[in-house]
Each structure stands twice: as C-alpha cells, then as structure tokens.
C-alpha cells in the first residue's frame, strides 16, 4: 500500500491582517458602547443615592444664576452641556466616530464590500468588467492545466518514471500536484492550497462521508465552509481512485480557495490521465521487452 505524500498550504500575515480586522473593528464599537453603557450606569447609582430626585429632575445644584448678560442660547445649552451623562454620550459618539472614518482609511478593512456609503459619498469598490475578464482567465488557466495534462509534455514527463518497466503511480500523481500547486499559485489564479495522497488508513476520519460518495459517484467531491472568511476551517475537495487494486484518496485543501466546478473536472482529468500513460507506457515497454 502506498505511502501518505503531502504539501502543506501556508497562510500569510496579511491573510490573518485580512480575517482579523473586521473582528477588530466589531470589538472597538463594542468596547466603546459597553463603556457608555457602563459609565452611565454608575454615574446614575451615585446620583441616585446623594439624590433620588436630581436622578429624575434637574438639581438645584445645576441651576444657575441668571445673568443678563448671558444670551438665551447660552441659557439654554449651557446646561445641557455641562451634564456628565451628556458628556459622557458625546465623548462616546466621538470616540465611534474616530475608530468609524480609522477603518474608512483602511482599505484591507473593506476590501470585501463592493459598495459602500459616507454620509452623500457613495464608493464603488468592485469593477464588474474587471471581475468579468478575471474569471475568464481563470477559467482559460484551468483549461490549459486540462490541455497539459492530456498531452504529449505530460506523458514524456511520466516515462521519466519508468524503473524496471514499472511506474509508480503515487509518484506520478504526487509530481503533477505538485506542478498544480504552483500553476495555482501564481498570475491569474493566486490560489494556495495543500494536497495530500492517502489510503483509506491514513485518510481523516470526519472526512470519511466524502470518500464514499467519491466511490459511489467515481468522481471528485467539494465541500466548500460557509463562511469564506474564516481561517481555522477548510475547503475540501476529495476524489477517490482505484489502480491495480490500490486505493488512491486525493486530499486537496485551501483556507482562502473556494473549488468550483472545473477544479473537480480537472483532478479527475489528472488521475484518470496518469492511469491511461502509464498503462500505455508500460504495454509498450512489455512489447519491446518481449521482442
């Protein structure tokens, strides 16, 4: 039975800086409301005990002189200033509205809203046209790794594994991942992920439900986590693949990649291709061999 061959996906800092800001951000407003909350609070025990009546009505205390000279709006306000609920209120207002335009300065912080308004200012942050062509190279990548595999460059580089007129499958399969995580890595896709080539021992147990239905279907299976966002769970995309009586379990992985359609099309191209040369490679090896 083979044995376990992996590559492990590593998350950047600025993937954490991208998944921690906006818990960061929730927690400052958080913080802040929890303080005026808080601050009120013992601001009206304490007016409450020296004086149960100035917690309901104004106290004596803060009515003032009238002074001629003073202007009725200086009459009005002054009051209403000076009150340490009020003060505490618009401290507090202008604390939100600091940490507020802090991350509206901070493109990272919005970088996943295609839309947002400031007061009458409207930004547009996502171009539809250039998402539109980006998925078209995308696609086009995908494609040519599909082309690739199934030609010619493809089969002479499996024959480079040819020793004693045999091929190991698992080595073949490995050498191609491994050509695939660094096609994906790179200009359009920028896409990281890990892989993993296991046997029904070695496999993850909670991922179990996914190698059956790959038997079942005898094609690959995505299982995408619902929130994007989150760097602690994983995408998955597992296929399962019998050659020579060998099982082949296909464990590909990724925080920040999302598989889609033509990513299980183009796995299953890969195993079923490498089946197909080495099985042609090796019939012609016997044919020489035995001429």
Known sequence: MQQSTNSQENRSFFQWVNFVIPYLYTAGIILVLTWMIVAS???GIETFKENPKAFILQSDEMVTPVDKQETA???IVKPFVESDFNKIIFRGLFLLFIWMVLFLIIPVAFKRLKRFR????EFEVDDIEKAAIETVEISGTKAQLMAYLTGDDASGRTL???ID???DYGEVLAFFLSEIQLEYNSHPLFAAFSYEICNPVTFPE???DLIEESKETRESVVRNKINDDNLFKKNYLVFYFNYNNDEYITLISSYTYSFDIL???LFEVLHQTIAKNIENIEY???LTTSE
Do not use: G, R
């Open 284 to 286: 012609m090896v016997t």
């Open 160 to 162: 480079d594994f040819l």
């Open 118 to 121: 400031f007061f009458n200012l």
């Open 73 to 75: 709006f200086a009459i």
């Open 263 to 265: 990513d299980k099309y």
């Open 41 to 43: 609070l013992l601001i």
């Open 206 to 208: 909670e991922l179990n």
């Open 165 to 167: 007129s045999s091929i």
